[in-house]
């Protein structure tokens, strides 16, 4: 799937509020951030793929993935073209929050202390995400 064949998701808040966990919603669609160590995907080992866990689209590939001590699930770098950014000024300092191009979903924030070949840290909120083993299908993209 090639950035151009994604089509974005149009739903409501209050429509992706009915589909979810309250826990999730909080963290997608109201940009909360769940606590450090929470999430079981920080200690995922498993070859797979981790998916937006709003509309099921796939972002990051297992191979991408390292573990950088800070308690979240983190990615040196993003399926090609899955991922929007923006500015984030809610801590005062600038950081760039990304989010799930199809839905929207806040994900997590990115930053420039990952190991090679990107340098980048792709840190997500564990429940953003599901993770999907690679010798099972994913689910269908949900809309």
């Keep these: 799937m090639s950035e ?4 974005p998701v ?27 160590f929470t999430s079981p995907l920080n200690d995922e080992k498993r070859a797979g793929v981790y998916i937006c ?4 689209l796939p972002l990051f590939s297992s191979e991408s993935k390292f573990d950088s001590g800070t308690g979240w699930p983190s990615f ?19 950081r760039t929050e990304y989010h799930c191009i199809r839905c929207g979903g806040h994900q997590g924030h990115v930053f420039d202390d990952g190991p090679e070949p990107t340098g980048q840290r792709w840190c997500n909120n564990g429940l953003a995400l599901k993770f999907v083993p ?5 689910p269908s993209l949900r809309g």
Excluded: V
């Design 4 to 7: 151009q064949d994604i089509e």
């Design 10 to 36: 149009k739903r409501s808040k209050r429509e992706w509020r009915d589909r979810l966990e309250p826990e999730r919603y909080d963290i997608l669609f109201r940009d909360r951030t769940e606590r450090a």
């Design 53 to 56: 866990a709003a509309c099921h």
């Design 76 to 94: 040196f770098e993003p399926l090609p073209g899955r991922i929007g950014t923006r500015r984030d000024f809610k801590l005062l300092m600038p």
């Design 134 to 138: 690679e010798d099972e299908t994913p």
